[in-house]
């Protein structure tokens, strides 16, 4: 009797009413150049035809499973789809984004090659009319887990994306109950941390990442925040938890800090609730607070990392320290001084 070989990669998609794209999604999916893979589909209690969708694709090839569930929201859903994968290697796919045909295979070739138990590839920003490669100041590179997670801390040159990464399967935790929003960020960092290598493969562009205003970072609220500070803090305990202090260097304690006071820039401007700061001003104080003790802590383990920041990181530390008002000031008042904002490009729907 002939045992069928288990599946190079799992493809994780979790499905909520896409379906004005799902199709190319899908078919985006079947067109990878080598055979090896599944996918899982997992039909999140979509209230529009994008179950119908799944069910008639998979019909097409066995290699696509469908699950439907009732809606728990997409750290759930992937949940669901981690239970069923049985590939030596994971990825994920948004349903609203697409893939090239050779996407998986290259990030297979560059695991195969390198021994990294995780690989990180580049994307493309996809608008209606453009398309913007991502940008990132150093090429192909190889880094020791807590490297590698302290740059998932800083948030910048490694953003928290679960999509254009590609993770063993032993190093997979489920992302816990209950979280709805940046699961990403509190996810993604433990299974990092548990790895022996990831590999940092920015060539490898095959991933398009939609621009939508519906989707569900498109949302704004005040839970939406809230949701972030808890995934930063989360992370940053996370960190602290598992690696030992033999392991700490002054970049990733540098990379550490500044991830932090990026946070609390982020949430003083306003960023999570685009237009407006209507987070309580005594609610976002705490936060504030909380955040820069936290970064004290850090400072104070190797205060020489502070010498490595920039003196805008420097400023943001130190009013940060006098009181959580200034920083917060300091962040609204630099940024309607700033003139260097991302052009505004349209998104889809």
């Given at each position: 009797?002939c045992?069928?070989?288990?599946?190079d990669?799992?493809i994780?998609?979790?499905?909520?009413?896409?379906?004005?794209?799902?199709?190319?999604?899908?078919d985006?999916?079947l067109?990878?150049n080598?055979?090896?893979?599944?996918a899982?589909l997992i039909d999140d209690?979509?209230?529009?035809?994008?179950?119908?969708?799944?069910?008639?694709?998979?019909?097409?090839?066995?290699?696509?499973k469908?699950?439907?569930?009732?809606?728990?929201?997409?750290a759930?859903?992937?949940n669901?789809?981690?239970?069923?994968?049985?590939?030596?290697?994971?990825?994920?796919?948004?349903?609203?984004?697409?893939?090239?045909?050779?996407?998986?295979?290259s990030?297979?070739e560059?695991a195969?090659?390198s021994?990294?138990?995780?690989?990180?590839?580049?994307f493309?920003y996809e608008?209606?009319s453009?398309?913007?490669?991502?940008?990132?100041e150093?090429?192909?590179?190889?880094?020791s887990?807590t490297?590698y997670?302290?740059?998932?801390?800083?948030?910048?040159?490694n953003p928290?994306?679960m999509?254009n990464?590609?993770f063993h399967?032993?190093?997979?935790?489920?992302?816990?109950p209950?979280i709805?929003?940046?699961?990403?960020?509190?996810?993604?960092?433990?299974?990092?941390?548990?790895s022996n290598?990831?590999?940092?493969?920015?060539?490898?562009?095959?991933?398009h990442?939609?621009?939508?205003?519906?989707?569900?970072?498109?949302?704004?609220?005040i839970g939406?925040a809230?949701a972030y500070?808890?995934?930063?803090?989360l992370?940053?305990?996370?960190?602290?938890?598992?690696?030992?202090?033999?392991?700490?260097?002054?970049?990733?304690?540098?990379?550490?800090?500044?991830?932090?006071?990026?946070?609390?820039k982020?949430?003083?401007r306003?960023?999570?609730?685009?237009g407006?700061?209507?987070?309580?001003?005594d609610?976002?104080?705490e936060?504030?607070?909380?955040?820069?003790g936290?970064?004290?802590?850090?400072?104070?383990?190797l205060?020489?990392?502070?010498k490595?920041?920039?003196l805008?990181?420097?400023?943001?530390?130190?009013l940060g320290m006098?009181?959580?008002?200034?920083?917060i000031?300091?962040?609204?008042?630099?940024?309607l001084?700033h003139?260097?904002?991302?052009r505004?490009?349209?998104?889809f729907?």
């Open positions: 009797m045992n069928k070989k288990a599946p990669i799992s994780i998609v979790p499905v909520y009413n896409v379906e004005k794209y799902l199709p190319q999604c899908l985006s999916l067109s990878q080598f055979d090896n893979w599944e899982i209690g979509s209230t529009d035809s994008s179950g119908v969708i799944c069910d008639e694709y998979a019909g097409r090839d066995e290699r696509l469908v699950i439907h569930t009732s809606n728990h929201g997409v759930e859903a992937r669901a789809g981690l239970r069923h994968a049985s590939g030596e290697y994971v990825g994920f796919v948004d349903p609203d984004d697409w893939i090239d045909s050779d996407y998986y295979s990030l297979l560059t195969g090659r021994g990294g138990e995780i690989v990180v590839g580049g493309c608008h209606p453009i398309s913007i490669p991502s940008t990132c150093y090429g192909y590179e190889e880094f887990s490297e997670a302290s740059l998932l801390c800083e948030d910048k040159r928290n994306y999509w990464k590609m399967r032993r190093l997979i935790y489920y992302t816990p209950g709805r929003y940046f699961e990403d960020i509190s996810g993604i960092l433990q299974w990092v941390l548990r290598k990831v590999v940092f493969a920015p060539d490898i562009k095959g991933y990442y939609r621009q939508r205003r519906s989707s569900i970072l498109g949302k704004v609220g939406k809230i500070y808890d995934a930063v803090m992370r940053n305990r996370q960190f602290e938890h598992h690696v030992e202090e033999s392991d700490i260097s002054l970049s990733i304690v540098g990379n550490i800090i500044k991830g932090i006071l990026r946070s609390g982020s949430l003083s306003g960023d999570l609730l685009p407006n700061n209507n987070i309580p001003s609610m976002l104080s936060m504030i607070g909380r955040l820069m936290r970064a004290e802590k850090w400072a104070r383990l205060p020489e990392a502070m490595g920041l920039s805008k990181y420097r400023i943001y530390y130190r006098i009181s959580p008002r200034l920083f000031f300091w962040a609204r008042f630099t940024r001084c003139t260097s904002h991302r505004h490009r349209p998104c729907d």
